[in-house]
């Protein structure tokens, strides 16, 4: 069965400083994987996907994310975080027949320290 | 306008009451989804309807039922309220079914059963 994990629960960085959130995922078929925000209050946005191509992908608001087939991985990264980049990130992959049923991980909390 | 909206945003009642969300998208998408997150911020799809026919029905107990008038809405009926329903509910819809796996959320409801 799919799956994702995010092995830390909740994570610190000070304003400035770069930030990576690491994924993981179990599927057997080429995944489809995403990365979501969701910031106090609502709902989710997508912040970047990987279908296929460049393992490298870019998104909204400054972070990339790159694919990593032997490491079953999608990290994303941010140079330097904003205080307004603190929020849950969630990693999620496309599964089933449709890749529109979307399986999310538990999610990384992320504080920013001013 | 608000792309997904659903409504109401909080929902406080009593077990055993019979409770309806209600979401409506102005995307003009053709696949709508509830999904669950639970007080641990896991986030776990429910239904899924594409053009008012349900194609996802996860392992949900049939008190919830699923209503899609017509492709912009889709109602969520709860029966029996239990305790252990309490969480936030998302409605979220996408563009093509099995191609983008680009989910638009609502802010959700936040659902407390006391």
């Known amino acids: 069965a799919q799956s994702v994990t995010q092995p830390d629960i909740h994570i610190t960085v000070s304003e400035g400083a770069s930030l990576e959130l690491r994924c993981n995922y179990s599927y057997g078929a080429t995944p489809y994987l995403f990365w979501y925000v969701q910031s106090p209050g609502q709902g989710l946005q997508l912040l970047l996907k990987?279908?296929?191509?460049?393992?490298l992908v870019q998104g909204i608001k400054g972070f990339e994310a790159e694919f990593k087939r032997s490491q079953s991985s999608f990290n994303l990264r941010k140079p330097s975080v904003h205080w307004s980049d603190a929020a849950e990130y969630f990693c999620a992959v496309g599964a089933g027949t449709s890749y529109d049923k979307v399986i999310f991980g538990p999610g990384t909390s992320l504080s920013v320290i001013p | 306008d608000t792309a997904v909206s659903q409504t109401p945003k909080y929902l406080v009642t009593q077990m055993g009451n019979d409770k309806s969300i209600k979401c409506e998208q102005n995307l003009g998408h053709d696949t709508m989804y509830w999904y669950k997150q639970d007080s641990k911020k896991f986030l776990k799809i429910m239904f899924s309807y594409n053009n008012k026919e349900l194609i996802i029905n996860e392992t949900v107990p049939n008190r919830f039922s699923p209503k899609s008038p017509d492709k912009a809405h889709l109602n969520l009926h709860i029966n029996s309220l239990e305790l252990g329903d309490s969480a936030v509910y998302f409605c979220?819809?996408?563009?093509?079914?099995?191609?983008?796996?680009?989910?638009?959320f609502g802010s959700g409801t936040q659902l407390s059963v006391l």
């Open positions: 990987y279908f296929s191509g460049d393992t």
């Open positions: 979220a819809s996408s563009q093509d079914y099995g191609t983008s796996g680009k989910l638009f």
